[in-house]
């Protein structure tokens, strides 16, 4: 399988698919173009396909989902590399019971939207618990559960996932 990669600017009258991309996708020249668009990508795909242009098209979606597993692993590690002094609470020890909610009227009343991230702030020398809107966007509670099986069946660290997310760190160029 021929993968390249090329690097495009989006502009406000869109953005040009370069022609040797087209020419390795065995894409002619006016040929219809169907577009699947998803959270952060789109995927351009000949309209109409022969069933071995579909398997091609499979197969390179396939390879590009398997790279771009493998790199996110590698960026997070494994669980055999977990440091025992690690103030960090793994979150594959947690369970339900260990997240705070509050009710759609208490957030409306403290002008928290009701999609935002929660953090919790301790102050035990006042035996007080605060709950604010979180500065993160994310957290594993975002990761879609068949793509958080896979990442644990890897044995990701999935604190170190968590840290990349809340801080919104780009792990991939």
């Not at 040797?20 to 795909?45: N, P, R």
């Not at 242009?53 to 979606?61: D, P, R, T, V, Y």
């Amino acid at each position: 399988m021929n993968q390249s990669k090329f690097t495009n600017w989006t502009s406000g009258k869109g953005f040009h698919i370069p022609a040797t991309a087209l020419e390795l996708a065995k894409i002619m020249e006016g040929e219809k173009l169907a577009f699947h668009v998803a959270d952060d990508v789109i995927v351009t795909l000949k309209h109409r396909m022969t069933a071995m242009e579909m398997i091609n098209s499979i197969h390179a979606l396939n390879e590009l989902s398997n790279k771009l597993v493998l790199e996110l692993a590698e960026v997070c590690g494994t669980c055999d590399e977990c440091d025992e002094d690690d103030d960090y609470v793994c979150p594959s020890e947690l369970t339900k019971a260990d997240y705070v909610d509050l009710t759609p009227e208490v957030r409306e009343a403290v002008g928290i939207p009701a999609d935002a991230k929660l953090q919790m702030t301790l102050d035990p020398e006042n035996a007080a618990v605060t709950i604010s809107e979180a500065e993160y966007k994310a957290d594993l509670s975002d990761v879609p559960e068949v793509v958080l099986d896979l990442l644990e069946s890897m044995d990701v660290r999935l604190c170190v996932l968590e840290r990349l997310l809340m801080r919104g760190d780009v792990v991939h160029e």
